[in-house]
């Protein structure tokens, strides 16, 4: 079983201490290959580093996150048009839009969020987006952009079926994390989750965040990384009622295909 975990936040401090074993483990339990999440100009930066320091199993993308739109100015677009180019960075986001949080202003995230749209357009590069408590504008404006960028993947899909319906109409991507595994906030994704198109579901971690609250033992440190990523693929497995074998080789061949790594 080889899988690929689309969003690990290999970037966060966290990491820093055992960064080598985090690898060694993912490897271990079959994660053959990591996109490492660049949500911020620094944080793409650092991204990219990671990848060419690990040829062939990290990759990155390169955004700002809507906690950070604030922060986004005509040097961080072309700083982020940069990276964009470089061929470890096989994304652009994580962009979107949080109006759950409001760590920026709406007027901030819908400016930044656009602008990274036009980057991916522009660039011909996929979209690895982020969106909570924002449906309405973030689907107003995939439909405005989505004929001009070639694919676009919903990371960690937490939102109803509608929403998920709305997003596959665009011929959308659906990023599942760990959230599935939560019984308190994550179980309607398990009445759903078999309506995803094998060839649009991908899977990851979001790690060091989403710890699947399923997994036995539990860690002390309750920090999670891209190892637990086969533990998440045989809980949507079941719910979906194939064989895990079956939903990792689809995912695997479909995050080959939209990140170019095939």
Known sequence: MQLIDIGANLTHESFRHDFDDVLARARNHGVARMVVTGASRE?????????????????????????????????????????????????????????????????????????????????????????????????ALLRRWRDRVPAMVVHCFTDTREALHDYLALDCHIGITGWICDERRGSHLREFVREIPANRLMIETDSPYLLPRTVRPQPSHRRNEPMYLKHICEEIARDRGEAVEVTAANSTVTAEAFFGLA
């Open 43 to 139: 944080g793409s930066e650092e991204a990219l580093l990671l990848a060419r320091a690990h040829p062939g199993l990290l990759y990155a993308t390169a955004g700002v996150h809507p906690h950070h739109a604030a922060e986004y100015d005509d040097a961080v677009d072309a700083r982020l048009r940069e990276l964009a180019r470089k061929p470890e960075v096989r994304a652009v986001g994580e962009a979107g839009l949080d109006y759950f949080r409001h760590l920026s202003p709406r007027e901030a995230q819908l400016a930044a969020f656009e602008r990274q749209l036009a980057i991916a357009a522009e660039l011909g590069k996929p979209l690895f987006l982020h969106q909570r408590d924002a449906h309405e504008d973030f689907l």
